[in-house]
């Protein structure tokens, strides 16, 4: 039996999106390829709700889970959005099958006989390939919290490692350097030594522009052509100009 | 605050149609709550643990149910679904256990080596046979540790972490998981308990909060030889939490051994240390002899 694939993109941002494009429609364009995204907004001292709510946004587009959370926090985050992915996924497919079976869901049978189906459930999951791309928040604001964010990358791979089925993960840094948009700062890889030596080379400083990230996200994911999705980029609407350095 | 919200209310099973009266909230596991509870036509009391989380609840229903016959684990009456409020919830009604988790045990008094290995031994029993079912445990900690205060007993409370060999550890604990302490994977094997049961052995001995952050076992062991017990229990904590060269099984006999041969604490007047005080008291004699008859014969000489 062939494995299940669980496409993942998780957005790591401790502020709104300023450049480049609206997330949120990047989002929903990379659902279609079935990549399933995920929002993760860093909280600090002060609540900066709005860029919650862009957060919630990018995740519902992207039929993915949101949390906020202290960056102290965020490999627990990480490795709990991922499950829940990994969980969603696989109801979901086991739910058809059952529908197609059974004619109902899991809840139409009854409890003390529900295990094997649960079993089979934890096992797919278990197996399943993950492919997960990290969009890291490399912003001016991030700059005190990058050693704990990279930490929490690393405690990310430990945990996917662990796991029964493969994991690749890729990072992907935004800004880039030198005024770019993004970096591929780790290409897809199951080689945990590289990605996470690779890791501690991350550095915060200059603007926020979410939508390029999850484009090239997307790119890397599908292994697409670079200007059939920045056509997305320039049809959607433009965001508040403001340069955060 | 929320804890009490569900109070008093009623929560009726879908397909056993029990009807439990809310009492009490008892304690928060990895994927639900455990509340004191009442089976209205019968009048007894269950603890019952309260999910949204099918898939969980599912899990460790089958776990309890499976090794019913230990006496460490709770009695379980039944698992149905119900709903709280407009909540779609399931639920495991099990035994009532009166008594406090391990972790306000401590806090009330301070335990003793001898306890505190006892209680290892026990949960290593335990442990192996899970292993001999091809499952790790998984997520020890002092909270999911009872003691009964009527039967007297230890019992283990919470099963959300048990995981099959070879799966990844979902549930864990910074402070018990090797990962987090960088001598190993989070894969489940048998040495992945080894390595819990050992840092709740020294939880238990050094009496205090541990952090993970920046800390280190070698750091630990060095705590560890400033506490009233034996060398040889010392190293085989340090052997445990290491997890090289002795297996689960091997660990556990050297641990009954301590405890057959009450080894726990370290023998200030062994044999040898006897001998080497009558010697040097013998020793001490002589010289005083020799230094009597000096004495005694410089001064015939005057």
């Known amino acids: ?245 | 605050m929320i804890n009490n919200k569900y109070i008093g209310y009623i929560v009726e099973g879908k397909w056993g149609k029990h009807k439990y009266q809310i009492l009490q909230f008892l304690g928060e596991g990895g994927i639900g709550r455990v509340y004191k509870v009442k089976d209205l036509d019968t009048n007894e009391f269950y603890a019952l643990k309260l999910s949204d989380d099918l898939h969980s609840i599912t899990k460790e229903y089958e776990i309890l149910k499976k090794f019913q016959y230990m006496e460490l684990f709770p009695r379980i009456r039944e698992i149905d679904d119900c709903f709280l409020d407009v909540l779609k919830m399931y639920y495991i009604a099990m035994e009532y256990i009166d008594g406090n988790n391990l972790k306000v045990y401590r806090e009330k008094k301070p335990m003793k080596v001898q306890d505190v290995i006892g209680l290892a031994a026990i949960i290593g029993r335990t442990f192996r046979i899970l292993h001999n079912n091809h499952l790790v445990f998984g997520d020890l900690k002092l909270e999911n540790l009872m003691i009964d205060k009527n039967k007297k007993i230890l019992r283990i409370i919470d099963f959300g972490g048990v995981t099959p060999m070879g799966y990844g550890i979902k549930e864990f604990t910074p402070l018990y998981d090797r990962a987090s302490w960088k001598t190993g994977t989070r894969r489940a094997d048998e040495k992945y308990d080894l390595f819990s049961l050992n840092m709740f052995i020294v939880t238990l001995l050094l009496n205090r909060n541990i952090s993970v952050e920046g800390n280190s076992v070698d750091n630990l062991m060095k705590q560890l030889e400033t506490v009233d017990i034996s060398p040889c229990l010392i190293h085989l904590i340090h052997m445990g939490l290491r997890q090289k060269i002795l297996t689960f099984d091997e660990y556990l006999y050297q641990l009954e051994e301590i405890i057959n041969n009450n080894e726990y604490m370290p023998k200030f007047y062994k044999e040898n240390d006897i001998n080497r005080i009558i010697n040097f008291v013998f020793a001490g004699s002589i010289l005083l002899l020799a230094g009597v008859l000096t004495f005694a014969g410089k001064s015939m000489l005057y």
């Not at chain 1, 030594?193 to 599908?222: F, Q």
């Open chain 1, 1 to 245: 039996m062939k494995s299940i694939e669980v496409k993942q993109i998780i957005v790591v941002t401790d502020g709104k999106s300023n450049m480049g494009g609206n997330p949120v429609t990047a989002a929903a364009e990379a659902s279609k390829y079935n990549i399933v995204v995920n929002a993760i907004g860093i909280i600090g001292d002060r609540e900066d709700e709005e860029h919650l709510n862009e957060i919630v946004q990018i995740s519902k587009a992207g039929g993915g889970t949101w949390e906020s959370t202290l960056v102290s926090n965020l490999g627990c985050t990480l490795l709990a959005v991922t499950q829940k992915t990994i969980n969603k996924t696989i109801h979901t497919i086991v739910g058809n099958q059952l529908k197609e079976i059974i004619g109902g869901s899991v809840e139409d049978i009854p409890p003390e006989k529900r295990s094997k189906v649960i079993q089979y459930m934890e096992q797919l999951g278990e197996e399943a390939e993950i492919k997960c791309c990290i969009l890291m928040d490399c912003s001016g604001s991030m700059s005190n919290k990058m050693s704990t964010a990279r930490q929490s990358i690393i405690e990310l791979i430990n945990s996917l490692q662990a796991r029964a089925g493969r994991s690749k993960v890729a990072v992907i840094a935004f800004p880039g350097e030198r005024g770019e948009f993004v970096k591929i700062f780790q290409p897809f890889t199951e080689d945990i030594k590289e990605i996470k030596s690779r890791i501690l080379e991350l550095k915060a400083g200059g603007i926020t522009p979410t939508a390029a990230a999850i484009n090239k996200a997307v790119e890397l994911i599908e292994g697409k052509d670079q200007d059939e999705i920045e056509q997305i980029i320039i049809n959607s609407e433009p965001l508040l100009k403001k340069s955060m350095i």
